[in-house]
């Protein structure tokens, strides 16, 4: 029998939706907030960390009731977005005196995990004031980076959750639907890197995506309680040739559709990009197809 309605990889089938209906008669004072929590907890529909998926159920049961399968009660306030509401980073001056040398006359170099930690305005910041496109704040699970030299910023780096569908990638590790929805969280995505435009040292770029990378798994541990197996980003080619990850050992696996993920049509809204991957362990491709 088809579902009556999949939403965020969950099929709901018609005893489903008797439930939903139960669960909401049996709780006539309860908030669309509430009910969503009763109904994660009867499902036992969580995140990875153990927490309910209440918002991704609100979601859902809003869906239901659009389309007329179930009545919820009328909405008591309107939650704000933080997300929208959210204010700009602070563009930030710092020493702009030019740095160029070799790799081996810049000196000692310290990558500093700063995400949950005092200096996390400052990397967006910089990002806000350097990078072509700005600073964007990361989906889901993330992690943010300076790299430091001669006691100055030269570099920062942000990672966050891996987009849900991603064709060359989705090919590349060979993985199932299943294995997909359940190990997607074990994969990072590199959405920004910035070396300062005043620093202008030969393979810095590919020096510190290799340590990078080194060091991101352990640290991902360390933060979210879960490793990562698999890095990838993006290139546009029409502005860069991504040498420095190809340096680095990152491998070219495709094109995007131009797309993205709420394109309403099939037709391109957007520039294609180059994706490419870096494996972070041996056997990453094994890890990832695997069922728990």
């Known amino acids: 029998?088809?579902?009556?309605?999949?939403?965020?990889?969950?099929?709901?089938?018609?005893?489903?939706?008797?439930?939903?209906?139960?669960?909401?008669?049996?709780?006539?004072?309860?908030?669309?907030?509430?009910?969503?929590?009763?109904?994660?907890?009867?499902?036992?529909?969580?995140?990875?960390?153990?927490?309910?998926?209440?918002?991704?159920?609100?979601?859902?049961?809003?869906?239901?009731?659009?389309?007329?399968?179930?009545?919820?009660?009328?909405?008591?306030?309107?939650?704000?977005?933080?997300?929208?509401?959210?204010?700009?980073?602070?563009?930030?001056?710092?020493?702009?005196?030019?740095?160029?040398?070799?790799?081996?006359?810049?000196?000692?170099?310290?990558?500093?995990?700063?995400?949950?930690?005092?200096?996390?305005?400052?990397?967006?910041?910089?990002?806000?004031?350097?990078?072509?496109r700005g600073y964007v704040q990361p989906v889901g699970e993330h992690l943010k980076y300076l790299c430091y030299a001669r006691g100055r910023p030269i570099a920062c780096f942000t990672w966050s959750s891996a987009a849900r569908h991603l064709g060359p990638r989705d090919r590349h590790l060979g993985w199932s639907l299943a294995a997909r929805r359940q190990n997607i969280r074990l994969l990072a995505y590199n959405s920004r890197y910035l070396i300062m435009p005043w620093v202008r040292v030969p393979h810095l770029a590919s020096h510190l995506l290799g340590r990078m990378t080194r060091a991101l798994s352990a640290d991902w541990e360390r933060i979210y309680g879960h490793p990562v197996y698999y890095a990838e980003t993006f290139v546009d080619l029409h502005l860069y040739r991504g040498t420095c990850f190809r340096a680095a050992n990152w491998f070219v696996l495709g094109m995007t559709t131009g797309r993205g993920k709420d394109a309403p049509t099939w037709m391109p809204n957007r520039p294609r990009k180059q994706v490419l991957g870096l494996a972070l362990c041996r056997n990453y491709r094994e890890r990832l197809q695997r069922l728990a």
């Open 1 to 132: 029998m088809d579902p009556v309605l999949s939403y965020r990889g969950r099929a709901v089938g018609e005893a489903d939706v008797a439930f939903i209906r139960e669960l909401c008669a049996a709780n006539p004072t309860a908030s669309r907030r509430r009910l969503s929590q009763l109904l994660c907890e009867a499902w036992d529909w969580r995140q990875p960390n153990g927490a309910l998926r209440d918002m991704v159920c609100r979601g859902l049961m809003l869906g239901l009731a659009r389309a007329g399968h179930i009545e919820l009660p009328e909405r008591r306030q309107i939650p704000r977005n933080p997300f929208l509401e959210r204010a700009r980073p602070e563009r930030v001056d710092i020493d702009a005196t030019p740095i160029e040398c070799s790799l081996r006359e810049l000196g000692e170099i310290e990558l500093r995990q700063v995400r949950r930690t005092e200096e996390e305005k400052l990397c967006a910041g910089l990002l806000e004031t350097h990078h072509y």
